[in-house]
T-cell receptor, first 116, second 115 residues
C-alpha cells in the first residue's frame, strides 16, 4: 500500500544533542510537510517542500532545519533540542500541481520525541 | 487572516448516540477548502473529507455526514450511531486558494464514545 513512513516512531535524545527524524513516502507526492504537535494541541506547520522549493514558516525556530534529497525522502534536523521541543513530529504529503496547497494531506504515524 | 474555531474541547457520548462536532471558520478569500481529519490514539491523522467553497451540498458517507453553510461560515460534522472506534480527536482545517498558504487547523475536539 502507498503510504507515508516515519522512523523512528519514538526517539529519545539529550538536551542539546542533535537529532534527525526521517520521513519517506511511496505516494510520489510533490509536496512534503513537517508539523510539530504538542500534547492536546493542533499540529503546527514548521515548513514544507513544494517540489524542491523549501518554505519555512515565519515562526519556525532556526534550531529546526530540513532536507529533501529526493522526492521520496524528507528529514527534520533539530540542531540543539531543548526541553520545549519534546513533541510529536508529523510528516505529511500532498499532490498539488496548481501552485497552492489545497489538496488533502496524507500523514505518517509520527515520531514522538523525548528530550532528557 | 484565516482562522478555524472548534469551540467544543471535549465531548462524551454513549455508544449509538448521534454527535455533532462544530467548526466555524474565518477567511477573506472567496475560494477556499475545508477539511476534517481524525486523529485516533495511535497518533496518525486520517483524512476524512475535503470540501471547496463553491460546493455547499451536504455530504454523507456511511455514518458520517457534513453540513457546510457559508452563510454562517460553518462546516459541522455529524456521526450517527456512534461507536467506540469513533473515539479520537477530530480536527477541522482550512486552506485558502491564494498562493502558497498552508493548512490552518482548529484546536480539535476530543470525542469519547462510551460503551
Amino acid at each position: 500500500d502507498a503510504m507515508v513512513i516515519q522512523n523512528p516512531r519514538y526517539q529519545v535524545t539529550q538536551f542539546g544533542k542533535p537529532v534527525t527524524l526521517s520521513c519517506s513516502q511511496t505516494l510520489n507526492h510533490n509536496v512534503m510537510y513537517w508539523y510539530q504537535q504538542k500534547s492536546s494541541q493542533a499540529p503546527k506547520l514548521l515548513f514544507h517542500y513544494y517540489d524542491k522549493d523549501f518554505n519555512n514558516e515565519a515562526d519556525t525556530p532556526d534550531n529546526f532545519q530540513s532536507r529533501r534529497p529526493n522526492t521520496s525522502f524528507c528529514f527534520l534536523d533539530i540542531r540543539s533540542p531543548g526541553l520545549g521541543d519534546a513533541a510529536m513530529y508529523l510528516c505529511a504529503t500532498s499532490r498539488d500541481d496548481m501552485g497552492g496547497l489545497n489538496n488533502e494531506q496524507f500523514f505518517g504515524p509520527g515520531t514522538r520525541l523525548t528530550v532528557l | 487572516a484565516q482562522k478555524v474555531t472548534q469551540a467544543q474541547t471535549e465531548i462524551s457520548v454513549v455508544e449509538k448516540e448521534d454527535v455533532t462536532l462544530d467548526c466555524v471558520y474565518e477567511t477573506r478569500d472567496t475560494t477556499y477548502y475545508l477539511f476534517w481529519y481524525k486523529q485516533p490514539p495511535s497518533g496518525e491523522l486520517v483524512f476524512l473529507i475535503r470540501r471547496n467553497s463553491f460546493d455547499e451540498q451536504n455530504e454523507i458517507s456511511g455514518r458520517y455526514s457534513w453540513n457546510f453553510q457559508k452563510s454562517t461560515s460553518s462546516f459541522n460534522f455529524t456521526i450517527t450511531a456512534s461507536q467506540v472506534v469513533d473515539s479520537a480527536v477530530y480536527f477541522c482545517a482550512l486552506s485558502e486558494d491564494s498562493g502558497n498558504t498552508p493548512l490552518v487547523f482548529g484546536k480539535g475536539t476530543r470525542l469519547s464514545v462510551i460503551a
